[in-house]
């Protein structure tokens, strides 16, 4: 929550500076980009509520991993991210296993996902790292 003040400033003939509260607000803070709800012929991802579900059902991803990395991929769909960006983007610790770390992560990911469709959400892009695509249909 962030709060608003509205502050009467005056300054008398001596120079004397004085002020008064005259009214305190309480707001929501604004919905940023990375607050925006995707969704993908099925899949909902909720940065908000932390939350994947697809056609309702949600999936039991880890926040820590799991869940910031589908959010990453997700947010640029089509667009191809290395191991060692995805790295950089979701661990906070300096890079050990880089590949295998991630590896398995995609592997968890897209086994949760299998549970509930079919579609193909992240592929692999040979030599280079995953992107996440949208798949119409079933």
Avoid at 14 to 32: N, Y
Avoid at 50 to 71: C, D, R
Avoid at 99 to 106: A, E, Q, R, T
């Amino acid at each position: 929550m962030e709060q608003i003040e509205i502050i009467l400033r005056t300054t008398d003939p001596t120079g004397k500076v004085t002020e008064q509260l005259l009214a305190k607000f309480d707001t929501e803070k604004p919905a940023t980009e990375h607050d925006k709800v995707l969704q993908y012929s099925g899949l909902c991802i909720d940065p908000v509520k932390h939350q994947i579900s697809y056609q309702g059902k949600v999936l039991p991803l880890t926040e820590t991993y799991e869940f910031q990395t589908l959010v990453y991929l997700a947010s640029q769909p089509g667009r191809v991210y290395t191991k060692e960006q995805i790295y950089q983007a979701v661990w906070k610790e300096d890079p050990v296993d880089v590949s295998s770390s991630v590896f398995c992560i995609i592997a968890n990911i897209r086994q949760k996902l299998r549970k509930v469709t079919k579609k193909e959400y992240i592929q692999t892009v040979r030599g280079v790292g995953y992107k996440f695509v949208d798949v119409p249909g079933e």
